[in-house]
């Protein structure tokens, strides 16, 4: 069964840094692209950035240079830099698969809050 462990949230101040944690088991992280997803309060889930197993990288326009997606196949985790946070930044995120491929269950997410 696949497990979805998300890490790393906290309350930040608007132009702080955060570095978020996803560890998969099963091989989802092996064949799949492995994204990053947000859900900020009162809204739906949103991509955010998603890594393939070769190393390319996409990211939503409105996070493009200041966050950054890696994964270590080693640990079968995915990461997410987030530098230059706002308060628009504020939400659950959660780890899956890249966009458009089969989802497995969603995590319990990590909040992410941006404020002063």
């Known amino acids: 069964q696949v497990q979805l462990v998300e890490s790393g949230g906290g309350l930040v101040q608007p132009g702080g840094s955060l570095r978020l944690s996803c560890a998969v088991s099963?091989?989802?992280?092996?064949?799949?692209?492995m994204g990053w997803y947000r859900q900020p309060p009162g809204k739906q889930r949103e991509w955010v950035a998603e890594?393939?197993?070769?190393?390319?990288?996409r990211y939503t326009d409105s996070v493009k240079g200041r966050f950054s997606i890696s994964r270590d196949n080693a640990k079968n985790t995915v990461y997410l830099q987030m530098n230059s946070l706002k308060p628009e930044d504020t939400a659950v995120y959660y780890c899956?698969?890249?966009?458009?491929?089969?989802?497995?269950?969603w995590g319990q997410g990590t909040q992410v809050t941006v404020s002063s």
């Open positions: 890594i393939t197993s070769g190393g390319s990288t």
């Open positions: 099963g091989s989802i992280f092996r064949i799949n692209p």
């Open positions: 899956n698969t890249g966009l458009g491929y089969p989802k497995t269950s």
